[in-house]
Antibody
Framework: EVQLVESGGDLVQPGGSLRLSCAAS????????MHWVRQAPGKGLVWVAR????????KYADSVKGRFTISRDNAKNTLFLQMNTLRGEDTAVYFC???????????????WGQGTLVAVSS | QSVLTQPASVSGSPGQSITISCTGT?????????VSWYQHHPGKAPKLILY???DRPSGVSDRFSGSKSGNAASLTITGLQAEDEGDYYC??????????FGGGTRLTVL
C-alpha cells in the first residue's frame, strides 16, 4: 500500500525557517518524481514544487522560488521541503504527493499524504 | 494566470448527474491533454479521480468521466451518491513546466 506521511509542520515567526519531511513507503520511491502542494486555510490547492526521481532537477512556483528548496534522500525514502524567509501567506497545510506513473506525460500527482500544517505568525 | 476557473459550488440530488467546468488558457488546458481531477474531503488526502483528461485510475467508479474542449475541461459525475459530496479540483500542466490547480468546487448532494 502506498503511504506518504508528512511531518515537520509547526508555528514559526515571519522570516523564520522550517523543514518539512515526507516519509514514503509501499512503492519504489527512487523511481518517481515527487511534488509538494499546499492549501491555505479556506482556500484551494496550490502547486509548490517538483523534483525528478534522481533529485537532479527541480521546479518551483513563482511564489516560493528562491525561498523554498525541494530535495530528496532516495536511500531513506524521504522527500524534503526546506522553507526559508517564511511569510504569513505561506500559512497552509503542505501535502507531499507522488507523480502519476500512468500518465502519458505530465498530469501531476496521483497519491497524496494527509498533510502537515505550517503556521506563520508572530 | 494564477488559478484555473471553477464554479464555487454545484449541487444535485442522488441519482442525478452534474458537471463541473474548469477553464484555463492556451498555456495550460488548451495546450496539453494533461488535466487531472481530484476529490478532497477536508482533513484527508486528496484522491485522484481522473488524469490525462479522460483516464480513470484503478478503483475509481466509471460514474466519473472527463472531457476537454479548447481551453476548458469538464468533470461529469453520473448517478450521484451521498459519498460523492466533497471538494473537487482540476489541475493542468502548463507551458512554464509547472502545474496549476483550479480554485475548487464544493459538491453538495441534496
Amino acid at each position: 500500500e502506498v503511504q506518504l506521511v508528512e511531518s515537520g509542520g509547526d508555528l514559526v515567526q515571519p522570516g523564520g525557517s522550517l523543514r518539512l519531511s515526507c516519509a514514503a513507503s509501499g512503492f519504489t520511491f527512487g523511481s518517481y518524481w515527487m511534488h509538494w502542494v499546499r492549501q491555505a486555510p479556506g482556500k484551494g490547492l496550490v502547486w509548490v514544487a517538483r523534483i525528478n526521481s534522481e533529485g537532479t532537477t527541480t521546479k518551483y512556483a513563482d511564489s516560493v522560488k528562491g525561498r523554498f528548496t525541494i530535495s530528496r534522500d532516495n536511500a531513506k525514502n524521504t522527500l524534503f521541503l526546506q522553507m526559508n524567509t517564511l511569510r504569513g501567506e505561506d500559512t497552509a497545510v503542505y501535502f507531499c504527493a507522488r507523480d502519476n506513473p500512468d500518465s502519458r506525460g505530465y498530469s501531476g500527482p496521483d497519491f497524496w499524504g494527509q498533510g502537515t500544517l505550517v503556521a506563520v505568525s508572530s | 494566470q494564477s488559478v484555473l476557473t471553477q464554479p464555487a459550488s454545484v449541487s444535485g440530488s442522488p441519482g442525478q448527474s452534474i458537471t463541473i467546468s474548469c477553464t484555463g488558457t492556451s498555456s495550460d488546458i488548451g495546450r496539453y491533454d494533461f488535466v487531472s481531477w481530484y476529490q478532497h474531503h477536508p482533513g484527508k488526502a486528496p484522491k485522484l479521480i481522473l488524469y490525462d483528461v479522460t483516464d480513470r485510475p484503478s478503483g475509481v467508479s466509471d460514474r466519473f468521466s472527463g472531457s476537454k474542449s479548447g481551453n476548458a475541461a469538464s468533470l461529469t459525475i453520473t448517478g450521484l451518491q451521498a459519498e460523492d459530496e466533497g471538494d473537487y479540483y482540476c489541475a493542468s500542466y502548463t507551458t512554464t513546466i509547472t502545474w496549476i490547480f483550479g480554485g475548487g468546487t464544493r459538491l453538495t448532494v441534496l
